[in-house]
């Protein structure tokens, strides 16, 4: 008798694997945003290794590197994995159909399509570099107005999530809007408001609201006794306080920035104490999630600390370093946790981290701890470097395997 394989085991022909990648938004979306982890990176850490070590003919781009490297990052990489998480998500938290193919494909072709150009134009292509953030602008516009249609569909009781992130999308097409037209000529504050944007208006909140709704819903379906505790007032103080931390960053006022700093660093520690973490250590898959999400009040902390220095010494003490344990800590490693869970549950596996996915979650600690060190003096840029390639060592292994089940059927043999 012949032996029966699992439909992942199975090669898929090329006719297919159009047909699987259009099967559900978070294939061609959760695919994208894999390359665009590698692709992002080693653009940089190849910028960084011309800036430390010199590289004879390294092109470069027409704007400021580390813009560059906000932008993209900030409206490229972390992005595609969000919309290809909340368009399949969405319909579910507002009890609405799934997505028709014909509503997220354009979406990843535009978003994904846009970046891997504006990337190329960063190879003193200035007018690809253009068309690339064009695209992308219209990738989030027909996503923010697709979401929107289901938002505004829905009878659902409770949309606070969903309203949130649909305003950081909107907030997202803001901030490629305002960089475009930088690009034309505008004046530079107009990039500088857009990568703030990216910051505090897009991802941030995104992040924040995601985790209010689903981190104590998983922890509760996974703990025996585990009381989920979701406050409704935290989402709009949040909301208020990061928008007031973005336009002050964005002024320069920074010996105001504690008087926001302060409260997001409480407001942060008590939703990580609250969801009680030490209840959450089993599985790994649920504990990456409170691990991942500790970053964001130490972030904080770092923040407030800085500020209070600086508002009685005019000396900022700690550069980027909060910056980076954010972008790297709390966005790179929540990153890495959710996208797993989401990965093994979407494709029919067991809802196990994994080798891998551990390897990935582990190296990314020392990552961030390594590009924190390098705002403390010393060699700079070689710290820099080093943080830039050990990205590159972390992902890779993941992103490899992530791939490979994107582009295979699911291991149970369901659809989607």
Not at 37 to 43: G, H, I, K, P, Y
Request: proline share 7%; net charge positive.
């Amino acid at each position: 008798m012949a032996e029966s394989r699992s439909p992942a085991a199975e090669a898929v022909a090329p006719a297919q694997l159009t047909a699987l990648l259009a099967s559900a938004p978070h294939r061609p979306l959760f695919l994208a945003g894999t390359v665009a982890v590698l692709l992002s990176m080693t653009w940089w850490a190849v910028e960084l290794t011309w800036m430390r070590f010199g590289l004879a003919g390294w092109p470069q781009p027409s704007i400021p590197p580390g813009w560059a490297h906000a932008m993209l990052i900030q409206y490229g990489l972390f992005p595609l994995f969000m919309f290809g998480f909340l368009m399949t998500t969405f319909p579910r938290w507002l009890g609405r159909p799934d997505l028709p193919k014909t509503r997220y494909l354009p979406v990843a072709g535009c978003v994904f399509g846009g970046y891997v150009l504006a990337n190329v134009g960063l190879l003193d292509l200035p007018w690809l570099l253009k068309l690339g953030i064009a695209v992308m602008l219209v990738g989030y516009l027909v996503g923010v107005w697709t979401l929107g249609g289901v938002l505004r569909a829905s009878v659902a009781e409770r949309k606070g999530h969903a309203r949130s992130c649909l305003m950081a999308l909107s907030l997202g097409c803001l901030g490629l809007a305002v960089f475009l037209a930088y690009l034309f000529g505008a004046p530079a504050d107009c990039a500088l408001l857009a990568i703030k944007l990216g910051t505090y208006g897009l991802l941030l909140p995104i992040y924040f609201s995601v985790m209010h709704r689903m981190l104590p819903f998983f922890t509760g379906n996974m703990v025996k006794g585990y009381e989920v505790v979701r406050p409704d007032w935290s989402m709009p103080v949040v909301w208020a306080l990061l928008l007031a931390h973005l336009l002050l960053e964005w002024r320069v006022a920074l010996g105001w920035l504690w008087l926001v700093d302060v409260p997001l660093a409480l407001v942060f520690a008590w939703h990580s104490l609250t969801w009680r973490p030490w209840r959450a250590m089993r599985p790994g898959i649920l504990a990456v999630l409170h691990l991942a999400f500790a970053w964001l009040p130490v972030a904080f902390v770092l923040y407030a600390v800085q500020d209070v220095v600086y508002a009685t010494s005019g000396h900022l003490i700690l550069g980027r370093a909060p910056l980076h344990a954010l972008a790297i800590g709390f966005f790179g490693s929540m990153l890495v946790a959710m996208v797993t869970r989401v990965t093994m549950g979407h494709s029919g596996r067991p809802l196990q981290m994994g080798a891998v996915a551990w390897l990935c979650f582990g190296l990314l600690q020392l990552v961030a701890l390594l590009r924190i060190r390098a705002e403390l003096g010393g060699d700079v840029y070689l710290w820099l470097v080093i943080a830039a390639y050990g990205w590159l060592l972390a992902f890779l292994p993941w992103v490899l395997r992530s791939a490979w089940i994107y582009l295979t059927p699911r291991a149970d043999g369901k659809p989607g």
